[in-house]
Every structure is written in C-alpha cells, then in structure tokens.
C-alpha cells in the first residue's frame, strides 16, 4: 500500500527491494575513484559502434542486461522497462532497449532520469502493478557535447563551473525481494526555475530543486539530516553542491558532514580535468547503481536520500532566452524495509 | 488495488475517473470534424507568443487550465503532472508547466504520450500514491516540421502517404470521482521495428506496434472487438489504419466497423490537404479529451480502447541509417467503473 505523506511524499509500506543494479563507465570513469565498483568499464568509447548515439544504445543494452543477469532473472521476467536519457527524442533508450520486448515506458527527466525512474518502478512494483520493473538510463560525454554544446573537433575552451558529461549508465531492476537496497519513501518535485540562463553552469540552476525537494521531504516526514547516513544529490558538483548547502542552510538545515554528490564522487577533480565536476544522466547512474547500492546491501550505509537533479532546458529553449527550468526527485534508499 | 491480467495487462479494480479533460486546437483544426468538441480554438497559431516552440508550452499551459478548470479543482488539488511532447528534450512541457508548481513526472512516448500518461496516471490514482493526476500533451505543425523535416520557408512537396502534424493540445485530470469515463485497464506496449526507414511513412511503422498492443490485451482480458463500441488508435491514420486492421485481421480479429483513428478524425481529407492524416501527440489528445471523453460521459460510447501509437526514432538515428522503433500503450475507457 501507497501512503501520501505530507503534501508531496508516498510512503512505500511495502517496500521494493533493488534486487539487481549494474553500473557501466568508459575511460575517464576507469581512471575515477569509483571505477572498483563499477561492473563493465570499456576504455573504447565508441562502444564497437559507428557512431556515438549507437555506442550510447549499447550502452544502455549492456548495463541492462548485466543488472537482469545479477537479479537472475530474464527479460521474460521484466514487466515493465522505464528509461530515458539526455538525445532528442530518447534515442538512446529506444535503440537500446528495442530488441528486449519487455513492455516500454519512456520517461525524460534529463540527469534525474535514475530517480524518477526508481521513484515510479518502486511506487508500480509496491501497489501490485507490476512485479518486476527496471529502470535504466545513461549518458555519453560525446553526445552530449555535440547536441548541447559545440562540435567536439573544436575544442572549445571549458568554463570552471561547467561540468564533464560522463560516460556511462546504470540499471536497477526492482522487485519484491528481501535485499537490500530497499525504497522506502518517493518525493517526485515541482519544476523550479531562478533564471539561471548560463549553459555553463547548471550545477547553480539545478541547486535550488534539489533543496526545495529535500526540504519538502523533510517537512512531510518530520525528518531532517540527523536521520540518514547521507544526503546524496545527482550531479551538482562543486558550485552546484556549495549553493545547495547555503540555501539548506538558511532554511535551518545544516548538510555539512551529511552530503555528497555524485559529480564530485565520480571523479577526482585534483588529477582529472572535469572542471566542477561529473553530470549527465549516467552519473548519478553510474554511483548510485554502484557503489551506493552495494554499499547499503552490505550494510555499510543504512539509510540514504537519493536526490536525482535534471536541468530541462534545450539549446533552442536557451537560444531563444529563455532560463533553465530544473527538477530534483527523490528516493530514500534503505538497508532496512521499515 | 491493481491486478495483474495475463503478461502485459492491469486491470484497475478501482477503476479511476477522467474528472476533468479539456482539448485546444488551432485554424486547421478549427476548420475540421472536431472543432465543435474542441475547448479551445485560436487560429493564431502563435499563440500570443514571439516562437513556435513557446507557442507550444503556451497550448499546454492553457488547456492544462481549462482541463482544472473544468474538474472543479486548482494547481493545489493536483498531486501529479505527467506531461511530455516531441519537441527536443520536452520543452513544450517543462516551460508550459513550470510556474504550476505541480510534481512533475516527465514523459517521453512521442505521440503515445497521451496514452502513456493516462496508463500511468490511472495506475497511480488507483493505487492511492496520487489523489489527483493530470496528464498534458502538445504538439504543433511548425516546431515539429521545423525540428523533424525541413525549414517551414523551404515549401518542399509532401508524400501522400505524409501526416499533417495537428497544432493541438489535451490535458486530463484523473480522481476518484463518480462520472465516466473510467480508466478500467492499461496495458503497456513493447517497443516494436519492422524495419520501416521511411519518415514519409509513420503509420505504416506505427502500425504492428499498434496491433501487438492490441493482441496482446485482447489474449490477456480473454477479450475481442466484440466486446467494444470502439477501438481507437491514436494517429496511424489512412495508411497505417489499413495495415493494422490486416495485422489484426490475420490474428482473426475482424476490425471492420469498429476502428477508428484520431488522425482520420480530426481533419476531413477530402477537404483538408493534409495528405494520409493527422499526427502527432497533440492529435490523439486534442481528440480523446475531446470528442471520445464527451461521447462516453454523455453514455453515447460504453468502451473504448484507446490505443496510442509513437514514433520513437529522432533526425539523427534516421540520418545514421536506423529504422524506425515504435510502441503502442493502450487503455480502456469506459462509461461504467466496472
């Protein structure tokens, strides 16, 4: 059974087990502080593809398949696949998953893709809508940069607050299994825009979703920092993280020693050159479908907020001056079902 | 409480009501079958606004109004938004959406979006994760010509197997009301490619996507076309109408007399030069939250299957040689919850 909690949290009084989560990155990511824990690093970045956009569906194929194989289960045994990622019109996903005839639904959340999609599995999976789901997701620095940015033979000088798409993907499949990560609670946010236009920074446009989420988690559940390991945001970085702090604190919540975000996990920022740090839908992905997931069914972590961040914007939006519109989702990932 | 039916099928014992659905549609529209239904008609298909893409978050910001307006309710009253379009990352969406402060669970299912979204929403209302959902889709001539095909100034000849992309918008809001029509069953399609390339030809690599869904809910609920007033596709229009009710009928589902398609409803082709149909998300939902929602709350349809049908390829995986990936989700509409 759902519970509505508060105004913008469910409560999972049955919570859904991760019962299989599989992590893919490529060459920057094998030379990052997570690379130990991520299952498939291919330093080939084409992926034995022609192109980037099919080396980002293979991607996704394989990452899916490896967190299918380390639930023991088959695609037979998926009812539903959610996935989505950063190029128009979701190629990535829809090439990827397209041979798998597990039943599709498409979801675009930009770099929150990992949150939203393990938000609505949890929430399909606890009220008997399905029995299995997994989510998938990824990103490819490639392209990336040339759908957003510039073509990549240019070489455009980087900003220091811009950040480093990273390649790779996670999948989580989740069912009704007694393994830990457990999703205990979902918190899906508003869109929030504070007029940040600057491409160039999306950690500072993405920061005020990411504290307006957690604080309405925290008001609806009568819970603050004190009752997790770990406040985990997606792809905030180093500016994005900074500013996220400051307006937590100014609402009364002091994150320090509490937070980490996947964009400065990723990397190192002392040896790799990532400017602020990593970003995309693969990063969170990446971590969280990794190192996080392993660490709390080892019980080395017991409780974490999983906070997704996406920036919503498109080059045409941005080009014709608009800000940058943003969300954060939600989860609470647990060792524990209750 | 949700129940699995056979594979693909959930069945909503609870069914779900569509309290409040409100369409938009622009001087082609105006000029067709449906405008009589259609809430909102401005044959400036600007829309006020200084883009075509802008002009499109304004087409979902209103009839998102009108959609609330008509259910009694306010922004507050809405837990949930599941909103998605074709524009390149969904920014018909997220700028039309963004100062509702609404949750915000971003779709992408091209033109099944409609279909999608009530699937889901149905499924959360049912399931008491959301009181009150509503669902928005979009799409409009000009951003999805420009974005998909050619510059608008560059005239080129259309196919005569082309759809005409509707300049349209739907939004519903689904609760736990008393007035139909219901959203008795969803069931969620695989994605499905049988190798179509042609862009000119959208129904026809829409079409098996269509008739897999269909299949497949009619073997899951022991089912057939007898046992509805309509069944309802969301844009295959001429040429993929054909093909699918061959597809269907090589199964031994004889569709004569009970299909219909949005994309041959919405325009009168005998009058209007938009060559096989209409397209696009916006078509299906300027249609189903029209005309289809109207006959079934006044009882002149019982049930409906409401197959919405997606193209799920983009410009660039085309130009890269890929065929065209599709997906069909279907729900079940109905003037009675059981």
């Known amino acids: 059974m759902s519970t509505r909690q508060g105004k913008y949290t469910v409560k999972l009084d049955n919570a859904p087990s991760i019962v299989g ?81 597990i039943p599709f639904i498409g979801l675009y959340g930009a770099c929150s893709t990992l949150a939203e999609g393990l938000g609505l599995g949890a929430v399909l999976v606890e009220t008997g809508a399905a029995r299995t789901v997994m ?20 070489g455009g000088v980087r900003a220091p607050t811009s950040q480093w798409t990273v390649t790779g993907a996670g999948a989580a499949v989740l069912g009704k299994g007694s393994m830990p990560p457990y999703v205990r609670a979902v918190s899906f946010g508003s869109i929030e825009d504070k007029g940040v236009k600057d491409l160039n ?67 190192d920022r002392d040896t790799q050159p990532v400017e602020a740090g990593g970003s995309g839908c693969g990063c969170s992905a990446a971590v969280v479908c990794s190192y996080i997931a392993q660490s709390i069914r080892e019980g080395k972590l017991q409780n974490v907020l999983f906070v997704g961040t996406g920036a919503l914007m498109s080059p045409v939006s941005v080009q014709q001056g608009e800000s940058i519109p943003c969300i954060a989702h939600l989860v609470h990932l647990s060792a524990t079902p209750v």
């Open 21 to 101: 989560f599989a992590a893919l990155g490529s060459k920057r990511e094998s030379e990052g502080p997570m690379a130990q824990y991520i299952d498939i690093l291919n330093a080939d970045s084409m992926f034995g593809q022609t192109t980037w956009e099919k080396a980002e569906s293979q991607m996704q194929r394989q990452v899916a398949e490896c967190a299918i194989n380390k639930a023991n289960l088959s695609t037979q045994g998926i009812d539903y696949v959610l996935a989505g990622d950063l190029l128009n019109q979701c190629i990535g996903s829809h090439y990827g998953m397209r041979e798998m005839d």
């Open 135 to 154: 989510t998938v997701t990824s990103s490819h620095f490639c392209s990336a940069e040339k759908q957003y940015r510039f073509p990549l033979a240019y």
């Open 201 to 267: 920074n999306m950690g500072a446009a993405m920061a005020p979703a990411a504290a307006q989420t957690l604080q309405r988690y925290f008001e609806d559940t009568l819970t603050n920092q004190d009752n997790y390991d770990l406040i985990l945001t997606g792809d905030l970085s180093l500016v994005g993280s900074d500013l996220m702090q400051s307006l937590m604190m100014r609402e009364g919540y002091d994150l320090s020693g509490k937070h980490a975000d996947c964009g400065l996990m990723i990397y």
